[in-house]
């Protein structure tokens, strides 16, 4: 088996299957009860979060756990439906933000030119409340699911406070794949999850700056668990399962970067090796984006059926984001990039891991042009 597919799941961690046993079989005890045996699983619901914010530069207290990034997106969104705003998002986000009908797709230009008009209603005295965005929630992903950008939130975040906005990122895919300190890009709120990195599916967290806790609003209303604003009692061994994972990916993120660079620049060299570059494939992840992740699209062939035939052979790859797959709609990340109609629908994406290696991509590629030429043939 060669499982290319890291950007949409990864293997659990041994450590980790390790951790949630242990978690499951001593610490079984409600964290919210104050005997003994809740305050032992309080005490390592404490010290998860503790691990999980000194690993993004955060507080313990601005951490909440979710269920993942679908619910974390979920909340924030919400957030601004509490305000009488809506989510500003660009048009690169994940499915959750693009298909919600309270989220508006926008792009740079539109945050630029409303501070252009902000500052010269400013400097000449004039109301700005006809265009006030204060309402409103901007969110802009640190890293794209499906070709791996990295964008520059902290310059967008600062854009988004200059329209006294408050600011989200989707961190999941930056997460393990390049350092990340909240406090430095000086975002609001962020959402991750936990089986991107090692740990098992089902768990996650969101960043909430302390100084916007107070206004949150829940998702999930009921007990008071994690500061009253995220009811439910806590998956206490999955959470120490995502403390491990996490932890584990922030500090190999040097030790990644440089084995996937090395498979990155492996597989687009014997990509042009073995098919005619431009012509035959077009590649789609820019040049400022992680090494774990390459986005290509084929011509004349499906992303879709080059998946199965691979499958056949148990080489494993994505499509985009997996939460799409089945959908033969063009992707809307590749359509608000504008890759042409004769390449659009033969997207893949291939994503490593410290687990691949550089036989696996020769495989992987050898594998490709056969099926590719016996599919023309």
């Known amino acids: 088996m060669i499982y290319l597919d890291n950007a949409s799941t990864t293997k659990v961690l041994p450590e980790v299957?390790?951790?949630?046993?242990?978690?499951?079989?001593k610490y079984w005890g409600n964290p919210s009860n104050m005997y003994d045996i809740g305050l032992d699983s309080k005490k390592i619901l404490n010290e998860a979060r503790i691990g999980i914010a000194t690993a993004i530069g955060a507080k313990p207290e601005e951490i909440f756990f979710t269920s993942g990034s679908s619910e974390g997106n979920a909340w924030i969104v919400e957030q601004a439906k509490a305000q009488g705003g809506k989510m500003l998002c660009s048009p690169y986000e994940h499915h959750n933000f693009i298909s919600n009908p309270n989220c508006v797709l926008i792009d740079e230009n539109y945050l630029a030119l409303a501070i252009n008009q902000k500052n010269m209603d400013e400097s000449h005295n004039l109301p700005t409340e006809w265009y006030s965005l204060g309402n409103n929630i901007c969110s802009w992903m640190y890293v794209n699911n499906e070709t791996g950008e990295i964008f520059d939130i902290a310059r967008i975040c600062k854009m988004a406070h200059r329209l006294d906005m408050h600011f989200h990122s989707d961190m999941t895919q930056?997460?393990?794949n390049i350092p990340i300190n909240v406090k430095e890009?000086?975002?609001?709120?962020?959402?991750?999850?936990g089986h991107k990195v090692g740990a098992p599916k089902g768990i996650g967290f969101v960043y909430i700056n302390s100084d916007s806790i107070s206004s949150v609003?829940?998702?999930?209303y009921g007990g008071s668990q994690q500061s009253g604003i995220r009811a439910g009692t806590e998956n206490l061994p999955y959470i120490e399962g995502l403390?491990?994972?996490?932890?584990?990916?922030?500090?190999h993120v040097g030790l990644k970067k440089a084995h996937c660079y090395k498979l990155k620049n492996l597989f687009l060299t014997e990509l042009e090796k073995n098919f005619k570059k431009d012509e035959d494939y077009i590649v789609v992840s820019p040049e400022k984006s992680i090494n774990s992740t390459v986005c290509v699209c084929f011509k004349d062939i499906t992303g879709e059926a080059l998946m199965l035939a691979l499958n056949d052979k148990h080489i494993y790859i994505g499509t985009g984001s997996a939460c799409n797959t089945g959908d033969l709609e063009p992707s809307t990340v590749l359509s608000a990039m504008e890759i042409p109609e004769e390449y659009i629908n033969g997207e893949i994406r291939i994503s490593f891991s410290m687990n691949n290696t550089e036989e696996e991509v020769i495989e992987t590629i050898k594998t490709m042009k056969e099926i590719i030429s016996f599919y023309h043939s």
């Open 185 to 193: 890009l000086n975002v609001d709120y962020a959402t991750f999850t």
């Open 217 to 220: 609003k829940p998702l999930i």
């Open 17 to 25: 299957v390790d951790a949630v046993k242990i978690t499951l079989e």
């Open 174 to 176: 930056a997460l393990g």
């Open 243 to 251: 403390r491990i994972a996490v932890v584990n990916a922030c500090n």
